[in-house]
């Protein structure tokens, strides 16, 4: 499928949201770890090691390739398998052009490469004088410095903005405002306020509670204490009240939470125009591990009347963003509880999910009453994978359109994260992630597909 998209679909609705124009040209930039950004300068949870990102999360900007047709530009750290892009096309996306940085070192966030790239910045400018906007995954101060080096205005509100609207405080404060059922828990914003709150948690923990400890601005499972006993708390009091003493600095970003009794976890999506519009987008079970995103399926598997409580809950939060001052696309993690009810606001994640890349795969290929999940697989690779030899040794698994069913491959860049642009090659086994929708008639077919393409990939080291 190629040409212009329809007028109803995702992506239009996006551009229509954020700019006005349901066509405008985008540049995209898949800058996954914007949180790092934002969480500069806010003392969180003291953490022990280096929170940089990895080489295989700096190379999640290659979902960015998902979303843009071909009117669209994509920043890439480096320009995608062959095989890959033909393989998307083969499947009927049409894709956009691709601009990719001077450099690709391991690690590096695909901002910072950008800008350390004039030859990259010379080649956006002419886009940001015919009026092309960057939309990032979300934006921080340094997406607003690229946009100014390249000439290119933010399809999203300022970095300031939405750095408020991304904090968990932020989450919890609206969500009680507007009366929604929130998770038992508090918000900290200086050690002394977390000293007292420790103490009710601790007596929450003596009940027979776990209790969670979470950095305001914390992703993806980092900048979390899980406490099922007093003394874990302690310890965090302890490391907070002293790194307060050595700098002399009495804030804190945290909120404390109550861990409910859960059945399954949710993310849903919604998008707030810069009129003040809300549309609800999908609600998708999430696939998580110690606190940790590992993928999603759909469709959820809720009652009508918990799907109405979600497609609720989403419209009085895009309403009050939007009052805010934000626009653009919008994730809010969720749960079910044990007993059916819903805990419908964990936190709002004002910016792109790992969900809104796969809209234009499920509404270009997935047939109706499919079941999807979609998974990663972390491998241990002794070198580089080509596509052509994932697509061989997955065989009849890969996706087929026709057949609608099969392994869809929605990045590919992360499977070679080490070995790409590395100045030496690293030292072997290296760490990579396969990603893939799993398309399947029903959900024991999916479960099978995911337990075939795990044996396959063993082929090329030892899967985690």
């Not at 709150?197 to 900048?223: F, Q």
């Not at 809010?332 to 969900?355: K, Q, Y």
């Amino acid at each position: 499928m190629t040409g212009n998209p329809p007028a109803d679909d995702f992506m239009s609705g996006v551009r229509r949201a954020c700019t006005g124009d349901p066509a405008a040209p985008l540049v995209l930039l898949g800058n996954i770890e914007v949180e790092r950004d934002w969480a500069h300068g806010e003392p969180g949870v003291p953490a022990v090691g280096d929170n940089a990102p990895s080489p295989v999360v700096a190379r999640m900007d290659e979902f960015a390739l998902l979303l843009g047709g071909a009117g669209d530009h994509v920043v890439l750290k480096s320009a995608p398998d062959p095989g890959y892009l033909d393989h998307l096309r083969g499947i009927g996306l049409d894709l956009p052009h691709v601009q990719v940085t001077d450099r690709c070192r391991p690690g590096v966030p695909v901002t910072e490469e950008a800008l350390d790239s004039p030859g990259l910045l010379a080649r956006l400018r002419p886009l940001g004088a015919a009026g092309v906007r960057l939309l990032p995954h979300g934006i921080s101060a340094a997406e607003e410095e690229l946009g100014r080096r390249a000439g290119l205005a933010a399809a999203l509100p300022p970095a300031a903005l939405a750095k408020r609207v991304n904090s968990k405080i932020y989450s919890r404060r609206v969500t009680a405002e507007l009366g929604v059922p929130l998770a038992e828990g508090w918000e900290c914003e200086s050690v002394a306020e977390f000293e007292a709150v420790a103490e009710k948690a601790a007596a929450r923990i003596a009940e027979g509670a776990v209790v969670g400890v979470k950095d305001a601005y914390g992703v993806s499972g980092k900048g979390i204490v899980v406490a099922d006993r007093a003394r874990r708390l302690e310890q965090v009091v302890r490391m907070v009240r002293r790194r307060a003493e050595r700098t002399g600095d009495d804030r804190l970003a945290v909120v404390v939470e109550v861990w409910a009794d859960k059945a399954a976890d949710l993310n849903y999506h919604l998008t707030v125009g810069r009129d003040g519009s809300v549309r609800f987008d999908f609600v998708k079970e999430a696939l998580t591990a110690g606190g940790v995103h590992k993928g999603h399926r759909f469709p959820a598997r809720l009652t009508p009347e918990q799907h109405a409580v979600v497609a609720d809950t989403a419209r009085l939060l895009g309403r009050r963003l939007a009052a805010d001052g934000y626009h653009g696309p919008v994730g809010v993690d969720a749960l079910v509880r044990t007993d059916g009810s819903l805990l419908p606001v964990l936190e709002i994640n004002a910016r792109n999910n790992m969900s809104t890349y796969q809209t234009r795969l499920q509404e270009r290929c997935v047939p109706a009453g499919a079941v999807v999940v979609a998974r990663q697989y972390d491998v241990r690779l002794p070198g580089p994978v080509p596509f052509d030899r994932l697509a061989a040794a997955l065989g009849p698994l890969l996706f087929d359109r026709a057949a609608g069913r099969g392994a869809l491959p929605d990045n590919h860049a992360t499977v070679n994260a080490a070995f790409a642009g590395a100045d030496a090659p690293p030292a072997a086994p290296a760490d990579g992630r396969f990603y893939f929708l799993l398309v399947a008639p029903g959900q024991a077919e999916a479960d099978a597909l995911d337990a075939e393409v795990a044996a396959r990939l063993t082929e090329f080291g030892d899967v985690r």
